[in-house]
């Protein structure tokens, strides 16, 4: 009879290590899961250029026209909070759909520019 409760004893430390063994390694899981790797885009400093030309804005739709081409690109401000510069835009102009002359600095990809820094020269209809 004790033979037999010491076996018992026996299987359920055993059981116990297995189990506590097992939620270490749970736990080193769960601790490489909060690694996050964010892709880094290299981007050369000869991409970067300045353009100028008109800004317009509506419909939640930021678009650009080249001074030199005339050509229109869509706009991105990937280090820009929207809403602010949404207000910006709107505080400058007083209306949506009308140009503001600007020099846009960025990286031109195909019909997008997207800006890294910009500077307003001039607003339509301004004497100033």
Not at 61 to 87: A, C, G, R, S
Request: aromatic share 12%; charged share 25%.
């Amino acid at each position: 009879m004790r033979l037999l409760t010491l076996k018992y004893k026996i299987i359920v430390f055993l059981i116990f290590l297995l189990g506590i063994s097992s939620c270490t390694t749970l736990k080193s899981i769960e601790q490489q899961k909060e690694i996050i790797f964010i892709p880094v885009r290299a981007v050369s400093s000869e991409s970067v250029k300045p353009y100028k030309g008109w800004w317009v804005y509506g419909e939640d739709q930021h678009i650009f026209k080249d001074e030199e081409t005339l050509e229109e690109y869509d706009l991105t401000f990937p280090n820009e909070n929207m809403v602010e510069l949404v207000e910006l835009y709107l505080s400058v102009c007083e209306m949506e759909y009308f140009p503001m002359e600007c020099e846009m600095t960025g990286i031109l990809n195909g019909n997008i520019l997207e800006v890294s820094n910009f500077e307003i020269l001039y607003i339509q209809g301004c004497e100033e």
